[in-house]
Protein backbone atom coordinates (compact mmCIF):
# COMPACT_ATOMS: atom_id res chain seq x y z
CA UNK A 1 0.00 0.00 0.00
CA UNK A 2 2.64 2.60 0.65
CA UNK A 3 4.27 1.89 -2.58
CA UNK A 4 1.25 1.87 -4.26
CA UNK A 5 0.61 5.59 -2.62
CA UNK A 6 4.06 6.61 -3.20
CA UNK A 7 4.18 5.61 -6.94
CA UNK A 8 0.62 7.35 -7.18
CA UNK A 9 2.23 10.89 -7.81
CA UNK A 10 5.50 9.49 -9.50
CA UNK A 11 3.68 8.28 -12.35
CA UNK A 12 2.03 11.41 -13.47
CA UNK A 13 5.84 12.07 -14.36
CA UNK A 14 6.55 8.78 -16.22
CA UNK A 15 3.11 9.02 -17.74
CA UNK A 16 4.23 12.41 -19.25
CA UNK A 17 8.04 10.96 -20.29
CA UNK A 18 8.75 12.22 -23.82
CA UNK A 19 9.89 9.33 -25.98
CA UNK A 20 13.50 10.26 -26.05
CA UNK A 21 13.43 10.13 -21.81
CA UNK A 22 12.38 13.44 -21.25
CA UNK A 23 11.17 14.60 -18.16
CA UNK A 24 8.46 17.72 -17.87
CA UNK A 25 8.42 19.27 -14.20
CA UNK A 26 4.72 19.02 -13.21
CA UNK A 27 1.27 20.61 -14.81
CA UNK A 28 -0.30 23.60 -13.75
CA UNK A 29 -3.70 25.28 -14.94
CA UNK A 30 -3.69 28.50 -17.26
CA UNK A 31 -4.69 30.68 -13.77
CA UNK A 32 -6.14 29.95 -10.62
CA UNK A 33 -8.95 27.99 -10.11
CA UNK A 34 -12.39 29.08 -10.94
CA UNK A 35 -14.43 30.44 -8.66
CA UNK A 36 -16.86 27.77 -7.57
CA UNK A 37 -15.11 24.89 -8.92
CA UNK A 38 -13.45 21.86 -7.41
CA UNK A 39 -10.35 19.51 -8.47
CA UNK A 40 -12.64 17.29 -10.01
CA UNK A 41 -14.12 19.88 -11.91
CA UNK A 42 -11.64 21.81 -13.96
CA UNK A 43 -12.55 24.38 -16.75
CA UNK A 44 -9.08 25.85 -17.36
CA UNK A 45 -6.58 25.00 -19.74
CA UNK A 46 -3.95 22.70 -18.39
CA UNK A 47 -0.53 23.46 -19.01
CA UNK A 48 2.44 20.95 -19.39
CA UNK A 49 5.65 22.05 -18.50
CA UNK A 50 8.32 21.51 -21.36
CA UNK A 51 10.84 18.90 -19.96
CA UNK A 52 14.17 19.97 -18.38
CA UNK A 53 17.22 18.21 -17.66
CA UNK A 54 17.34 18.93 -13.22
CA UNK A 55 13.67 17.93 -13.05
CA UNK A 56 15.07 14.39 -15.46
CA UNK A 57 17.33 13.99 -12.63
CA UNK A 58 15.11 14.32 -10.21
CA UNK A 59 13.06 11.46 -11.44
CA UNK A 60 15.64 9.66 -12.83
CA UNK A 61 16.50 9.15 -8.81
CA UNK A 62 13.34 8.80 -7.98
CA UNK A 63 12.44 6.13 -10.48
CA UNK A 64 15.20 3.96 -10.06
CA UNK A 65 15.26 3.90 -6.07
CA UNK A 66 11.20 2.48 -6.47
CA UNK A 67 12.56 -0.45 -9.38
CA UNK A 68 15.28 -1.09 -6.72
CA UNK A 69 11.96 -0.90 -3.88
CA UNK A 70 9.68 -3.13 -6.28
CA UNK A 71 12.14 -5.65 -7.06
CA UNK A 72 12.55 -6.17 -3.05
CA UNK A 73 8.67 -6.68 -2.72
CA UNK A 74 8.88 -9.23 -5.88
CA UNK A 75 7.17 -6.89 -8.12
CA UNK A 76 9.62 -7.59 -11.31
CA UNK A 77 7.45 -6.98 -14.27
CA UNK A 78 6.97 -3.35 -13.02
CA UNK A 79 9.80 -2.95 -11.91
CA UNK A 80 11.17 -3.37 -15.55
CA UNK A 81 8.90 -0.76 -16.34
CA UNK A 82 10.58 1.67 -13.74
CA UNK A 83 13.89 1.05 -14.11
CA UNK A 84 14.10 1.06 -18.00
CA UNK A 85 12.23 4.78 -17.29
CA UNK A 86 14.59 5.85 -15.05
CA UNK A 87 17.69 5.21 -17.09
CA UNK A 88 16.11 6.28 -20.31
CA UNK A 89 15.47 9.55 -18.17
CA UNK A 90 19.02 9.54 -17.04
CA UNK A 91 20.40 9.63 -20.15
CA UNK A 92 18.58 12.23 -21.82
CA UNK A 93 19.16 14.11 -18.77
CA UNK A 94 23.38 13.67 -19.20
CA UNK A 95 23.13 14.71 -22.74
CA UNK A 96 20.92 17.91 -21.51
CA UNK A 97 23.60 19.03 -18.92
CA UNK A 98 26.37 18.87 -21.30
CA UNK A 99 24.28 21.28 -23.54
CA UNK A 100 23.59 23.41 -20.86
CA UNK A 101 26.96 23.69 -18.79
CA UNK A 102 28.83 24.27 -22.74
CA UNK A 103 26.16 26.84 -23.48
CA UNK A 104 27.06 30.71 -24.26
CA UNK A 105 23.80 31.20 -22.28
CA UNK A 106 25.05 29.50 -19.43
CA UNK A 107 26.55 32.61 -17.57
CA UNK A 108 23.48 33.85 -17.27
CA UNK A 109 22.07 30.72 -15.59
CA UNK A 110 21.12 31.61 -11.87
CA UNK A 111 23.70 30.63 -8.90
CA UNK A 112 20.85 28.64 -7.36
CA UNK A 113 20.28 26.48 -10.54
CA UNK A 114 23.97 25.92 -11.21
CA UNK A 115 23.91 24.38 -7.23
CA UNK A 116 20.96 22.46 -7.53
CA UNK A 117 21.18 20.77 -10.58
CA UNK A 118 24.80 18.93 -10.08
CA UNK A 119 22.78 17.88 -6.19
CA UNK A 120 20.23 16.20 -8.16
CA UNK A 121 22.85 14.55 -10.52
CA UNK A 122 24.95 13.30 -8.01
CA UNK A 123 21.57 11.23 -6.04
CA UNK A 124 20.46 10.11 -9.56
CA UNK A 125 23.61 8.86 -10.58
CA UNK A 126 24.10 6.95 -7.25
CA UNK A 127 20.68 5.12 -7.64
CA UNK A 128 21.21 4.29 -11.01
CA UNK A 129 24.02 3.04 -10.72
CA UNK A 130 22.72 0.77 -7.87
CA UNK A 131 19.84 0.17 -9.83
CA UNK A 132 22.23 -1.43 -12.88
CA UNK A 133 25.32 -2.28 -11.40
CA UNK A 134 26.84 -0.38 -14.13
CA UNK A 135 30.20 1.56 -12.57
CA UNK A 136 29.82 4.16 -15.15
CA UNK A 137 27.18 5.42 -13.07
CA UNK A 138 29.48 5.45 -9.93
CA UNK A 139 32.00 7.17 -11.73
CA UNK A 140 29.27 10.19 -12.27
CA UNK A 141 28.52 10.24 -8.69
CA UNK A 142 32.34 10.23 -8.13
CA UNK A 143 32.85 13.03 -11.06
CA UNK A 144 30.01 15.14 -9.05
CA UNK A 145 31.15 14.23 -5.62
CA UNK A 146 31.92 17.53 -3.39
CA UNK A 147 30.51 18.36 -0.16
CA UNK A 148 28.12 21.31 -1.71
CA UNK A 149 26.59 19.01 -4.25
CA UNK A 150 26.77 15.22 -2.30
CA UNK A 151 23.63 14.40 -0.54
CA UNK A 152 23.56 12.10 2.80
CA UNK A 153 20.97 9.95 0.51
CA UNK A 154 23.46 9.92 -2.53
CA UNK A 155 26.49 8.80 -0.08
CA UNK A 156 24.31 6.76 2.12
CA UNK A 157 23.45 4.34 -1.02
CA UNK A 158 27.15 4.23 -2.81
CA UNK A 159 28.45 3.24 1.29
CA UNK A 160 26.02 0.28 0.94
CA UNK A 161 26.78 -0.82 -2.45
CA UNK A 162 28.09 -4.26 -3.35
CA UNK A 163 31.49 -5.00 -2.45
CA UNK A 164 32.08 -5.85 -6.44
CA UNK A 165 30.41 -3.07 -7.73
CA UNK A 166 32.05 -0.09 -5.60
CA UNK A 167 35.70 -0.58 -3.76
CA UNK A 168 36.72 -0.38 -0.29
CA UNK A 169 37.36 3.15 -0.45
CA UNK A 170 34.77 4.39 -2.18
CA UNK A 171 31.90 3.32 0.20
CA UNK A 172 34.46 4.56 3.17
CA UNK A 173 34.55 7.42 1.80
CA UNK A 174 31.06 7.66 1.45
CA UNK A 175 30.05 6.76 4.76
CA UNK A 176 32.76 9.35 6.25
CA UNK A 177 30.67 12.19 4.46
CA UNK A 178 27.39 11.11 6.55
CA UNK A 179 29.54 10.96 9.68
CA UNK A 180 30.99 14.15 9.17
CA UNK A 181 27.34 16.01 8.42
CA UNK A 182 25.66 14.20 11.40
CA UNK A 183 28.59 15.40 13.58
CA UNK A 184 27.65 19.35 12.06
CA UNK A 185 24.26 18.99 12.36
CA UNK A 186 24.51 17.82 16.01
CA UNK A 187 26.98 20.64 16.64
CA UNK A 188 24.56 23.00 15.27
CA UNK A 189 21.70 21.20 17.11
CA UNK A 190 23.83 22.36 20.72
CA UNK A 191 24.24 26.09 19.47
CA UNK A 192 20.00 26.53 18.95
CA UNK A 193 17.30 26.95 21.97
CA UNK A 194 15.45 23.65 20.21
CA UNK A 195 18.13 21.34 19.53
CA UNK A 196 17.15 21.37 15.61
CA UNK A 197 19.19 19.64 13.00
CA UNK A 198 18.47 21.64 10.37
CA UNK A 199 21.10 21.34 7.88
CA UNK A 200 20.54 24.91 6.56
CA UNK A 201 22.85 27.11 8.64
CA UNK A 202 21.96 29.91 10.25
CA UNK A 203 18.05 29.52 8.78
CA UNK A 204 16.19 32.45 10.15
CA UNK A 205 13.53 32.32 12.79
CA UNK A 206 10.65 33.45 10.12
CA UNK A 207 8.28 32.90 7.07
CA UNK A 208 5.45 30.28 7.30
CA UNK A 209 8.04 27.28 6.08
CA UNK A 210 10.86 28.05 8.79
CA UNK A 211 9.47 29.11 11.95
CA UNK A 212 10.31 26.68 14.52
CA UNK A 213 7.25 26.58 16.64
CA UNK A 214 7.87 23.41 18.85
CA UNK A 215 10.81 22.93 21.46
Not at 58 to 84: C, E, F, M, P
Request: aromatic share 8%; proline share 4%; net charge neutral.
Amino acid sequence: DLADEALFGLDVYRRMQLPDGGIRGGIESSEHPAEGSTSWQEVLTVLAYAPDHWSAYIYAGTAARAAVVLNILGKQDLANIWGQSAVKAMIWAEKEYRKWITSPDYSKVTARAKQMVPVERNLAAAEICRLTKNRQWLQVYLDSRHEVTTRTEAAFVVARLDPALAGEKERKEAAGFILKEAHRVLAMAQKNAYGITTHIPGRALGGWESTYALP
